[in-house]
């Protein structure tokens, strides 16, 4: 059996390889980004500041945590250079809403 032979893999694409982009093991992908840019969050100066905006954004917009939300805007409120209201709108864009 070859190393690409799709028996190996438990999904492929139509040329029998591999996917490029993983498939999420637990098949639910807003948890796991959710996880991933939690990880960000921990580990902060190890990351670009752009990077750890982008995850401030993700972790106010998709947790259901009051706390991690407050602290995710609160990071942002300090990393951004642009007013507030334009911060509030980009975490936001339905200004809350679900």
């Not at 752009?50 to 706390?67: E, F, S, Y």
Request: proline fraction near 8%; glycine fraction near 6%; charge should be positive.
């Amino acid at each position: 059996m070859s190393k690409l032979s799709p028996a190996r893999y438990r999904t492929t694409n139509w040329s029998g390889y591999p996917p490029i982009i993983p498939t999420s093991d637990t098949g639910d992908w807003m948890h796991d980004r959710l996880t991933e840019e939690r990880g960000v969050l921990a580990d902060v100066p190890r990351h670009p500041e752009t990077l750890v905006i982008l995850a401030c954004r993700v972790v106010a917009g998709q947790t259901r945590n009051a706390r991690e939300c407050a602290d995710a805007v609160e990071l942002i409120r300090f990393l951004e250079r642009r007013s507030p209201h334009a911060i509030a709108a980009a975490v936001f864009p339905n200004g809350g809403a679900a």
